[in-house]
């Protein structure tokens, strides 16, 4: 099975996007404002997220949108049918 760090990426227009399977949403102790949270995580082989970083945050929130990107799960980006591990933007709505 291929390893979780092989970095090599496909070119874009050729790759079936992941698809996210599991979702949670931060733990906040009192709720953030409604807007738009963009975020770009590394999906590996094996569908975790590695390396996410905020974009666009919502002030005083990103961390704990951070901690809660680290607990997503995705069907992995296929390349001609097999998994590969792609850099992957993720728009986040939160709503009031």
């Known amino acids: ?5 092989d970095e090599t990426q496909p070119p874009v227009a050729a790759v079936e996007q992941p698809i996210a399977t599991h979702t949670p949403h931060p733990d906040f102790v009192s709720g ?6 963009l ?4 999906v590996t082989l094996r569908g975790k997220t590695k390396d996410c970083c905020i974009i666009k945050g ?3 929130y990103n961390f704990d949108f951070l901690l809660a990107l680290g607990k997503w799960r ?3 980006a296929k390349f001609h ?3 590969v591990t ?5 728009p986040i709505e939160v709503a009031r």
């Open 1 to 5: 099975m291929p390893e979780d760090n």
């Open 32 to 37: 953030p404002p409604a807007g738009l949270v």
């Open 39 to 42: 975020a770009r995580c590394v």
């Open 58 to 60: 919502l002030d005083g």
């Open 74 to 76: 995705y069907e992995p």
């Open 81 to 83: 049918g097999e998994p």
């Open 86 to 90: 792609v850099a992957h933007l993720i």
